[in-house]
């Protein structure tokens, strides 16, 4: 019996355990790996508004580049980070970094975080957005999906690929956090 009761006092504190740092846990836990392969550990971030948003170089909504960096450009003194990143999870990204930096940097002339190419569904989707789907019940269901952390780490908002980068109700979330 008194293995019994050590068994569930163990496992109740590890189960407490595991709940409590799940609640800690924020956009800046991750890291991810940029377009030219380097690691970008989303910590350095903390305290800054975040915009996170997967894209692909092939897909309809590709040109929402250039409304991005707009955006960028328009919030490049405040303190907002904007990260692409880039995914062929529904199969319109290329296979090769240098493909997509040619995109990214040849015709919208990209200067904000690009990631290599990463999953954002799926089991092996990638830990930002297991975390994302798992903490806030969101995931993207197509490419161009946006979403917004507060200064704490935690998603503020998310839009469709419908809503462009620069439209009101994004901006005014951005307003509102910097």
């Known amino acids: ?20 740092n799940a609640e800690n846990t924020t956009i800046y836990n991750h890291s991810l790996i940029d377009i030219d392969g380097g690691s970008v550990d989303l ?24 409304g991005l960096q707009k955006l960028f450009t328009k919030y490049r003194k405040t303190d ?3 990260i692409a990143t880039t995914s062929n999870s529904f199969n319109q990204e290329y296979s090769s970094t240098e493909e997509i930096k040619k995109i990214c940097l040849a015709n919208y002339s990209v200067s904000f975080i690009t990631s290599s190419p990463m999953n954002v ?11 994302i789907n798992d903490e806030y019940n969101r995931k993207p269901k197509w490419n161009f999906y946006k979403f917004l952390f507060d200064r704490n780490g935690h998603l503020v908002d998310s839009w469709s690929s419908m809503t462009k980068p620069n439209s009101k109700k994004i901006t005014n979330k951005i307003d509102s956090l910097i």
């Open 121 to 131: 569904k799926g089991e092996d989707a990638h830990s930002i957005y297991k975390w």
């Open 1 to 20: 019996m008194k293995k019994v009761k050590k068994i569930l006092i163990f496992t109740i504190l590890i189960l407490f355990n595991n709940a409590m």
């Open 80 to 82: 907002l980070t904007i």
């Open 43 to 66: 910590s350095v971030f903390q305290g800054k508004p975040l915009l996170l948003v997967n894209t692909a170089s092939r897909c309809g909504f590709t040109p929402q580049y250039e």
